[in-house]
């Protein structure tokens, strides 16, 4: 069975991009949480685990790469989707290969970022096309 998507952290040192991302995907109808940096986003799934995590690739403490590495020592089956307004190849390759399914640009764009939450939650979209 096709695991379904409720819950996502939203992980950004920008305030402002944490806020539009919550209330989107809130309206969207899915819980969100969020974190601004890597060791808040670690501790907050402690408690509060995601079947997505929306993180920034720049930021302060512990970078988008530092806590997907840290996201694959302790919950390696995660799924995450890296942004950043500073698209690199490098930093894209590597965020690719420590599993990150997709690297989107900022500003996000909504029907992007359904496309790529459909692919990887197949149940929650068609749940979607239902409403």
Known sequence: MAEQLKRILVVDDEEN?????TRLLSREGYE????ANGLEALSSLRNNPAELIITDLNMPEMNGLSFLRE????????NVIMITAFGEVESYLEALNLG?????????????LRK?????????????ENH
């Open 100 to 112: 990150a399914f997709e690297y989107l640009n900022k500003p996000l764009r909504l029907e992007e």
């Open 116 to 128: 790529v939450m459909g692919k990887m939650f197949p149940a929650s979209a068609k749940r979607e």
């Open 32 to 35: 969100v949480k969020t974190a």
């Open 71 to 78: 996201l694959n020592r302790e919950y390696p089956a995660s």
């Open 17 to 21: 991009t944490r806020l539009a991302l």
